[in-house]
Structures are given as C-alpha cells and as structure tokens.
C-alpha cells in the first residue's frame, strides 16, 4: 500500500536517523565481535569459503514481475526472530 505524504515524511526525520546511529554504533564494535566469532570465515571474499549449495547455470530461469504469482501475506505474523529483536547475546547490539 501507500503511505501518506506525512507519515514517510515524519519517519524520515525521526525514525531514519535513529536507525543510522544504531547502525554506526553496531559497525563501531563489528571488528571487535568478528575477531571472537570465526575471524578467518569472509565468503564475500572467498567464494570458496561459502557453506550455501552451488546453482548450476541450467537452474535458472529469467521471469518477469508481470508473470510472477500474486502472493497474499496479509494473514502472516512476525515474530520477533523475524524482525531481529531476539535476545542473542552475540548481537551486534
């Protein structure tokens, strides 16, 4: 749906910047956390280093938005996992 003019205008001013100081903070101590949590593990680096399976090229498809499924989610509920506000004390936060 659509927002009102207002309300993404509100956000922007409020909630935005509070959501980039929390990301400034959370970069601040990433060095600091990677270096306990498998220091050597970068796959954005390696490629070889990734645990996900490989897609063979003959997998993929080309599909256009038009001929995708229309996907209801209106009923679903997310759980705070979903949203990232579990209680890990790993966290970046």
Not at 14 to 23: E, V
Not at 32 to 42: A, N, V
Not at 63 to 74: P, V
Request: aromatic share 8%; glycine share 4%.
């Amino acid at each position: 749906g659509s927002l009102p003019k207002w309300v993404v205008n509100k956000s922007s001013q409020f909630l935005a910047p509070k959501a980039m100081k929390k990301m400034y903070k959370a970069c601040l101590k990433y060095p600091e956390w990677k270096q306990k949590h498998d220091p050597h593990f970068k796959p954005w680096l390696f490629p070889e280093q990734s645990r996900l399976p490989a897609l063979l090229l003959s997998e993929l498809s080309l599909q256009h938005a038009d001929s995708l499924e229309n996907i209801d989610e209106s009923s679903l509920t997310e759980s705070k996992e979903d949203r990232g506000e579990g209680s890990d004390e790993d966290s970046l936060t």
